[in-house]
């Protein structure tokens, strides 16, 4: 008979999320992620299988959060317009230099790890599709309501968006220079036009 758990498993994989956040894949040892885990081997192989599968569930959860937060702020009752430029006006406040420099946690691991871990590339890719069909849903509402133009496919918008909303995303985590962001941002927010 399997003894019950002495820890909260989601708190403990919010704490292994953090880790990885922060150091990244290879950079999280499993010493980090038993520390701020608060667990045993034995407790941590029994519950999470392995580091690897660990991260995944972790990166899932991330990018979980992240569509839904995308989801809530685009679709808050303004104008499609409106909402988008908040949403990336918000990206870019969070970028600045004083910010926890961990940058996106996808945008981190599609750098890291994408380029030679098929899976985690999967992952990566259903993540950018699903931010892309956001954004498009989005779009399409400003269309409609008048706020964006319409000169402009909503999904081939969408797609640019993402990729913006990426490029932001790696900047802030090197710290670059506030106005860099700004200057793109404006530039983007132009193709709304």
Not at 31 to 47: N, P
Not at 61 to 73: E, F, G, P, V, W
Not at 125 to 130: C, F, G, P, T, V
């Amino acid at each position: 008979m399997a003894r019950p758990k002495e820890f909260d498993e989601r708190e403990a994989l919010h704490k292994a999320l953090e880790v990885f956040w922060r150091h990244g894949y290879e950079g999280s040892s499993l010493a980090d992620l038993l520390a701020a885990m608060g667990l045993s081997k034995s407790s941590f192989y029994e519950t999470f299988g392995s580091k690897q599968e660990l991260f995944r569930e972790a990166l899932t959860r991330y990018q979980d959060a992240q569509l839904a937060q995308l989801r809530a702020r685009l679709d808050d009752g303004c104008p499609a317009r409106q909402s988008i430029e908040s949403f990336f006006y918000a990206v870019v406040d969070k970028a600045c230099p004083q910010s926890n420099g961990r940058g996106c946690m996808s945008c981190n691991e599609a750098v890291e790890l994408a380029p030679h871990d098929p899976s985690v590339r999967r992952q990566i890719e259903r993540h950018l599709s699903a931010t892309e069909e956001i954004f498009a849903d989005a779009i399409r509402r400003g269309q409609a309501d008048g706020s964006i133009g319409g000169q402009h496919d909503a999904h081939r918008l969408a797609r640019f968006l993402t990729v913006g909303l990426s490029g932001l995303q790696v900047m802030a985590r090197a710290k670059s220079e506030p106005g860099r962001l700004e200057d793109s941002l404006a530039v983007m927010m132009a193709a709304l036009n």
